[in-house]
């Protein structure tokens, strides 16, 4: 990565981290986009160079989280199906992460009791079925347009869904993919 690329970087990293803090310390609603610039030592129309809206402060990991979710079904171990790949990565991803750390679980519990990020980070996250389904075909040696791909790809990313709000958040993750095994196994048994 050159200079140029090193700059942009930071400062997206700068402007994220400032915007984080200030949600986290005030509450969403209470922070504006001149606030979040001030803290960062930029222009609002630098902001926005980075970050569309508001609500992506928060989320500007998402072509990261793709990366992860589609090497889950690309580089599963040896045997191992596609559905139980995708189990495990979304207990790891979407469930003990949320779970293992102080900071993720004020990040998770800023973006469930803001109506507006909890909304966008559900979009942003199904943004990425049509290329998880494309995976998930591409696996199974399916055609990429094969509407049970589409589906799983949709319910393997609505499953976390399913512990919103729960302690037994686990157990619940585990139960939706084991509803989603019984119904894909019966479609594509070696899959």
Same mark, same amino acid.
């Given at each position: 990565?050159?200079?140029?690329?090193?700059?942009?970087?930071?400062?997206?990293?700068?402007?994220?981290?400032?915007?984080?803090?200030?949600?986290?310390?005030?509450?969403?609603?209470? @922070?504006?986009?001149?606030?979040?610039?001030?803290?960062?030592?930029?222009?609002?129309?630098?902001?926005?160079?980075?970050?569309?809206?508001?609500?992506?402060? @928060?989320?500007?990991?998402?072509?990261?989280?793709?990366?992860?979710?589609?090497?889950?079904?690309?580089?599963?171990?040896?045997?191992?199906?596609?559905?139980?790949?995708?189990?495990?990565?979304?207990?790891?991803?979407?469930?003990?992460?949320?779970?293992?750390?102080?900071?993720?679980?004020?990040?998770?519990?800023?973006?469930?009791?803001?109506?507006?990020?909890?909304?966008?980070?559900?979009?942003?996250?199904?943004?990425?079925?049509?290329?998880?389904?494309?995976?998930?075909?591409?696996?199974?040696?399916?055609?990429?347009?094969?509407?049970?791909?589409?589906?799983?790809?949709?319910?393997?990313?609505?499953?976390?869904?399913?512990?919103?709000?729960?302690?037994?958040?686990?157990?619940?993750?585990?139960?939706?993919?084991?509803?989603?095994?019984?119904?894909?196994?019966?479609?594509?048994?070696?899959?």
């Amino acid at each position: 990565m050159g200079r140029r690329e090193r700059k942009k970087a930071a400062t997206r990293q700068s402007l994220a981290d400032a915007a984080l803090c200030l949600f986290l310390e005030r509450g969403y609603d209470q @922070v504006g986009i001149r606030d979040i610039a001030d803290a960062a030592d930029v222009s609002t129309t630098t902001l926005f160079k980075h970050f569309p809206v508001k609500e992506a402060l @928060v989320f500007d990991e998402d072509a990261e989280q793709e990366s992860r979710l589609l090497a889950a079904v690309r580089e599963r171990h040896q045997g191992q199906s596609v559905l139980t790949a995708l189990r495990e990565h979304a207990l790891r991803y979407r469930v003990e992460a949320a779970d293992g750390e102080a900071d993720f679980a004020a990040f998770a519990a800023l973006v469930e009791s803001t109506p507006a990020l909890r909304d966008y980070a559900q979009n942003m996250w199904l943004r990425h079925e049509t290329a998880l389904a494309h995976a998930i075909a591409e696996a199974t040696g399916v055609p990429a347009d094969d509407p049970h791909c589409a589906a799983l790809a949709h319910f393997v990313l609505e499953a976390p869904r399913t512990a919103r709000g729960h302690a037994d958040r686990h157990e619940r993750v585990s139960r939706a993919f084991d509803l989603l095994g019984r119904g894909w196994n019966s479609i594509n048994p070696s899959a």
